[in-house]
């Protein structure tokens, strides 16, 4: 059974910084696209950021320069950190795995605000 569970999410003041974690079970992690998508209240689920099984990142240019995404395949978890955020950022972040770009196994959410 695959499972995906996303941790990290929470309240935060724009500027600020948060870590998502995705702890995976059930596939073989290392072999797996995995990637960060979002969606806002009203808005289309959108790529965030996704790690190739060889570990090189791609980013929206909305997050280039402040998130961060990496992999522990020892641990088969997934993290973004997000830096400088903004009130635009708020959303529900959901991690995604697939063995190709394509996403075919999703996490259940973590919600982030960014609200002084």
């Known amino acids: 059974q695959v499972q995906l569970v996303e941790s990290g999410g929470g309240l935060v003041q724009p500027g600020g910084s948060l870590r998502l974690s995705c702890k995976t079970s059930?596939?073989?992690?290392?072999?797996?696209?995995v990637g960060w998508y979002r969606q806002a209240p009203g808005k289309q689920r959108e790529l965030v950021a996704i790690?190739?099984?060889?570990?090189?990142?791609n980013y929206a240019d909305s997050v280039k320069g402040r998130f961060t995404i990496s992999r522990d395949n020892a641990e088969r978890t997934l993290y973004l950190q997000m830096s400088s955020l903004k009130p635009e950022d708020t959303a529900v972040y959901y991690c995604?795995?697939?063995?190709?770009?394509?996403?075919?196994?999703w996490g259940q959410g973590t919600q982030v605000t960014v609200s002084s």
């Open positions: 059930g596939i073989i992690f290392s072999m797996y696209f």
């Open positions: 790690i190739t099984p060889g570990g090189t990142g």
């Open positions: 995604g795995a697939g063995l190709s770009k394509t996403t075919t196994n």
